[in-house]
T-cell receptor, first 113, second 108 residues
Framework: DTAVSQTPKYLVTQMGNDKSIKCEQNLGHDTMYWYKQDSKKFLKIMFSYNNKELIINETVPNRFSPKSPDKAHLNLHINSLELGDSAVYFC????????????FGSGTRLTVV | GIQVEQSPPDLILQEGANSTLRCNFSDSVNNLQWFHQNPWGQLINLFYIPSGTKQNGRLSATTVATERYSLLYISSSQTTDSGVYFCAVSEYGNKLVFGAGTILRVKS
């Protein structure tokens, strides 16, 4: 069983489109995250949700909107995609205090053309 | 915010060699983790180690929190160890800040 699953794995889309990435975890964790990895492999947190509530919201354009219907799911919707949004987006989950480590999904490679 | 520096940035090893990767951080932390990103992009959690020493097979890690550094040891390296090794820390709560990583290439 996949612990943290993201779909789709690859996403190629045109500038200006709207797209969503879905994430689900079956580990019983209560906190979920979205991270962005740029072309230089640098990983930066975007959002964090704890039990469906937003607790971390980094400086991210408001074209990015996370949604957590329940504590096992955290989706990322992106409006009006731009070339600079091209990156790999990782979903992760953990217990609320981060103890015992994070578990990451396999990533979604988004390419905006 | 907290700063995380990893060294070396790049490392090439012959299979069977040992190596030590270092992570320095600028402030007290309540959470420190080591990750391996394999050539296929998968991020694997290696250790949760805010202090002390842990071992898992050929890998071990030590964090000296009072001196603000952590070390990851890889012994008898294998080609499957290739990839990027990240150190990530958190000052409070669960917001992990990642270092820039160490790119490891193990040659057969």
């Amino acid at each position: 069983d996949t612990a943290v699953s993201q779909t789709p794995k690859y996403l190629v889309t045109q500038m200006g489109n709207d797209k969503s990435i879905k994430c689900e975890q079956n580990l019983g964790h209560d906190t979920m995250y979205w991270y962005k990895q740029d072309s230089k492999k640098f990983l930066k947190i975007m959002f964090s949700y704890n039990n469906k509530e937003l607790i971390i919201n980094e400086t991210v354009p408001n074209r990015f909107s996370p949604k957590s219907p329940d504590k096992a799911h955290l989706n990322l919707h992106i409006n009006s995609l731009e070339l600079g949004d091209s990156a790999v987006y990782f979903c992760a989950s953990s217990h609320v205090d981060g103890n015992y480590g994070y578990t990451f999904g396999s990533g979604t490679r988004l390419t905006v053309v | 915010g907290i700063q995380v520096e990893q060294s070396p940035p790049d490392l090439i090893l012959q299979e069977g060699a040992n190596s030590t990767l270092r992570c320095n951080f600028s402030d007290s932390v309540n959470n420190l983790q080591w990750f391996h990103q394999n050539p296929w992009g998968q991020l694997i959690n290696l250790f949760y180690i805010p202090s002390g020493t842990k071992q898992n097979g050929r890998l071990s890690a030590t964090t000296v929190a009072t001196e603000r550094y952590s070390l990851l040891y890889i012994s008898s390296s294998q080609t499957t160890d290739s990839g990027v090794y990240f150190c990530a820390v958190s000052e409070y709560g669960n917001k992990l800040v990642f270092g820039a990583g160490t790119i490891l290439r193990v040659k057969s």
